[in-house]
């Protein structure tokens, strides 16, 4: 009787973990970057609230905080976080800029092309046909939801990014992973499109 009842917890344990799995599936990557593509077609704009956490190597627990992004073609991307961890950034096509609000410092980061944002959303505005240069590309799909994790071929500071969303375009995460083990993940809440943001919502000070 024992034993019927330990195969048959082996049975359900087993069948629970397959049916969790059965609906994600990979799916190639140019279908996937299609996929992102057509989802973000009509945002000219968005902005969205963010939980973002941050695990260093250095560092025994997670730093937590909460903030917002802001987002406009052609490649303008602002975030700010709020108290205790107060900060500023803005990556403008190819270029990074930091701002410790506390403690006044303000770093200027030239970014390497795989990280250009505006490369990355001149190739996401036609149809997709093939990989962009520089990078491998794996996507998997479950239902509406969509990841792609981009891996860069040249070894900078960034070992890979895993973004997640939904197929009509809503941001749900992006995780940033780097080669140091240090790890970002980004959590996107209440995201809006098309708000008519304009250059005075990017500014750093």
């Excluded at 990074?96 to 092309?113: A, N, S």
Aim: aromatic content about 6%.
């Amino acid at each position: 009787m024992r034993k019927i009842f330990r195969y048959s917890i082996l049975l359900i344990s087993f069948t629970t973990l397959f049916l969790a799995n059965a609906h994600a599936a990979s799916i190639p990557a140019v279908e996937g970057l299609e996929i992102l593509r057509k989802g973000l077609a009509d945002a000219e704009d968005f902005t969205a609230d963010i939980v973002q956490e941050k695990k260093l190597s250095l560092m025994k627990r997670p730093i937590r905080s909460k903030g917002m992004v802001r987002f406009r073609k052609p490649g303008l991307f602002f975030m700010e976080m709020s108290p205790p961890h107060a900060s500023r950034m803005l990556l403008r096509n190819d270029r990074l800029e930091i701002l410790m609000v506390k403690e006044g410092v303000r770093q200027e980061i030239p970014l390497p092309q795989e990280e250009n944002l505006q490369r990355w959303l001149s190739f996401l505005s036609r149809p997709v046909t093939r990989i962009p240069e520089g990078v491998d590309i794996r996507a998997e799909r479950n239902a509406d939801l969509c990841t792609l994790t981009i891996i860069p071929r040249k070894k900078g500071q960034v070992r890979e990014f895993v973004l997640a969303f939904h197929v009509d375009g809503r941001l749900r995460e992006l995780e940033i992973k780097e080669h140091n083990n240090d790890r970002t993940t980004i959590r996107f809440l209440n995201m809006r499109k098309n708000v008519g943001l304009t250059e005075r919502d990017f500014r750093l000070e």
